[in-house]
């Protein structure tokens, strides 16, 4: 039978599916990578961690999956979304890529936000630009690292470089491209008005191909590094969220997708772009061609479990996520009135503010580790609800909601999702539904499937439903009442905290070598 294969570059790891053509992954495997911090609200990887990790990754899954190599039609990519790499005229990285996690470019966010909202142009990118965005970091790179820039060829989004390495051939798509933000989402082109604006050259950008185009193929080398076959067709692919909508089977409007892994995101499907740039909401382009999504997102899901594990009971138990949730769910419902707020890299969603911080509120002595995990699972929850109340009103409730990502698999962050929104949650049966997208893509280039829906109803599948429970809905509204009134009361010390000894740790960093 015949294969395809689909690449998923995560935050923390790159995962690989080999599909069969009845739909069904014969092939999977993931490698990690890590997340340099060198410095506060710095978040780097290095672009060639991933390729490394990809090529490992591939040659595993391709083993899982037996002869499959062998009858091998396509591969596509998908990946995190927002990221920078920087190649110079010989395409290789100048620097480590800055992710969607950084946080350093606030200033220049700002001014960039200010300038194109001056220009009228928010609406037509979909909304606003945060820290961490590209064209936040390439300001930053253009203002802080002026030598580096001037050798600058090519600014090229994480899963574009990878699919640079497996064919020499520089794309992007649409899906990805619209979270620079730089995609004038009427005509899905490049907005040069923005480019013209912020004074980049336009050769920063490369060529811009349909999500289901052919953007080259594997070259000679890169068959010996990947185990892919010489000169298989490679597709464009798309960001990590379109690709995660194809992998749930979101095709149409009607359906919320809530996805946890590092970050949380929710996305519906729009017929078109929202109307002016609505506070906390972004419009992206789907991977389907004449069709949206509409995104919001919180960033310390997955992230804020982990800190906690590693920073906080850094004693070596728990010593896995899944060991965290074991003891979460020793904790009961509520957490004995501790509410932790997720926002230690700053917060998306309904907040827009990249100066919030973590806490923890109505911590006592009888509160130990079990709720100190649990509260920090309801507080993800939490700010998801919170981040859904302007995608509710944009658009209205969803008659369905889907449940995915690794926190997902979790019977425990199951229930306690669907109990904080009140809503029944179907969680997918696929674990890694961003690869299965990537694949599903590789799929309709191969002509396996007619089109997408014929290729979404082979291949994704759902558990059955989570229905809420009505006493702890009642017990998480009271406790969400109080989570909501919080921040306003303490944004302004957040934010004089976030500053507060700033100067003395830079010195301490310089003092040791760390700047």
Known sequence: ????????????????????????????????????????????????????????????????????????????????????????????????????????????????????????????????????????????????EPELWARVSTALLPKDYLRFRLTDRAASDPSDGSGIPLIDLATGTWSRAVLQILDLPARLVPPLLPSDALAGTVTHQDARETGLPSGLPVFCGGSDQALAALGAGLLEPGTLLLSLSTGGQMVTVLPAPLAGAPSGLRTLCHALPGRYLALAATLGAGLS????????????????????????????????????????????????????????????????????????????????????????????????????????????VRQVLTDVLAHPVEPIRTSEQSALGAALLAALGARLFPDMRAACAVAVAYDPPVEPDPTRVELYDTLYAHFRAFYPKVRDDMHALRHTGRGVELATMIRLGGA
Do not use: N
């Open 1 to 144: 039978m015949r294969h395809v294969l689909g690449v998923d570059l995560g935050t923390s790891s790159v995962k690989v599916l080999v599909l069969r053509e009845d739909g069904v992954p014969v092939g999977t495997s993931s490698r990690p990578y890590p997340m340099a911090t060198i410095r506060p609200g710095w978040a780097e990887q290095d672009p060639d961690a991933w390729w490394v990790a990809c090529c490992s990754a591939i040659h595993e899954a391709l083993a899982r999956a037996g002869g499959a190599a062998t009858h091998l039609e396509a591969v596509a990519l998908g990946g995190q979304m927002h990221g920078t790499v920087l190649l110079d005229g010989r395409g290789t990285p100048l620097r480590p890529a800055i992710t969607w996690a950084d946080q350093r470019s606030v200033d220049e966010a700002v001014v960039i936000e200010r300038a194109l909202a001056t220009h009228g142009l928010l609406p037509t990118l979909g909304g606003g630009v945060s820290p961490g965005f590209m064209l936040a970091s390439l300001a930053w790179c253009r203002r802080h």
């Open 305 to 412: 479990l982990g800190w906690l594990r590693t920073r906080i009971l850094a004693d070596g138990t728990p010593t896995t996520d899944a060991d965290m949730l074991a003891l979460a769910a020793t904790a009961p419902a509520g957490s004995g009135g501790l509410l932790f707020f997720p926002y230690l890299a700053g917060e998306r969603g309904m907040l827009l503010d990249p100066e919030a911080s973590g806490a923890w509120l109505g911590l006592r002595l009888e509160h130990g580790r079990a709720h100190l995990a649990r509260a920090v699972l309801e507080g993800v929850a939490f700010s998801l609800r919170q981040a859904r109340e302007p995608l509710t009103a944009a658009v209205g409730s969803p008659t369905r909601i889907i449940l995915a990502g690794g926190l997902a698999r979790s019977s425990l």
